[in-house]
């Protein structure tokens, strides 16, 4: 077990509609990242926030925005969906801001848009 | 920008022989991190080794150990006495100071009992 909590595991949606996926990242963990995995695909980040500031963006669509809360946990919001918006998302939170302290990874949330 | 390759998109081995993956990386840094992590066929991301490039010494976790060339930019993963359990996807990952992570595209490691 990681210590990364994503909600939820699984969601079916379909296209045009809204989600909001959540990650809590271990306890102690200052920075939460967000990682697109598509099917047979490597991972694509997304972004990166630290102790509630945004830190490094990747290749976010601006359908999708993300935060990060006083209480460190962090949200990934989806909107106006799309069929090639289905994908296993993960969430990772690491210690520092990614320089020293490794990646811990969520179970992630698989999103399947119909 | 830094770039990771793995130009290796499946391999496989024997149970209880010794594969090793190959990982090249892009970066005109001195001082990074270099990540190897396992994927199984549950999807979940798994640590399994990493390597500061300050250190000359290669990382060790048990039967994973890696061959950190510098000079060539180059970060190996050797698996010993592979076990089926080893078989997944293997994505080499580095990272600098404030700076995100990049992984490679993944190589499908496959054991064969």
């Known amino acids: 077990d990681s210590g990364v909590t994503q909600t939820p595991k699984h969601l079916i949606t379909a296209t045009g509609q809204r989600v909001t996926l959540r990650c809590s990242p271990r306890?102690?963990?200052?920075?939460v990242y967000w990682y697109q995995q598509s099917l047979d695909q490597g991972l694509q980040f997304l972004i990166q926030y630290y102790n509630g500031e945004e830190r490094a963006k990747g290749n976010i669509l601006e359908r999708f925005s993300a935060q990060q809360f006083p209480d460190l946990h962090s949200e990934l919001n989806l909107s106006s969906l799309e069929l090639g918006d289905s994908a296993l998302y993960f969430c990772?939170?690491?210690?520092?801001?990614?320089?020293?302290?490794?990646?811990?990874f969520g179970n992630g949330t698989r999103l399947t848009v119909t | 920008a830094q770039t990771v390759t793995q130009s290796q998109p499946e391999m496989s081995v024997q149970e209880a022989e010794t594969v090793t993956l190959s990982c090249t990386y892009d970066t005109s840094e001195s001082d990074y991190y270099l990540f190897w992590y396992k994927q199984p066929p549950s999807r979940q991301m798994i640590l399994v080794i990493r390597q500061e490039a300050y250190k000359q010494q290669n990382a060790t976790e048990n039967r994973f150990s890696v061959n950190f060339q510098k000079a060539a930019k180059s970060f190996s993963l050797k698996i010993s006495d592979s076990q089926l359990g080893d078989a997944a996807m293997y994505f080499c990952a580095y990272t600098r100071a404030g700076n995100q992570f990049y992984f490679g595209t993944g190589t499908s490691l496959t054991v064969i009992p």
């Open positions: 306890s102690g963990d200052l920075s």
């Open positions: 990772a939170s690491s210690e520092g801001d990614g320089y020293n302290s490794p990646l811990h």
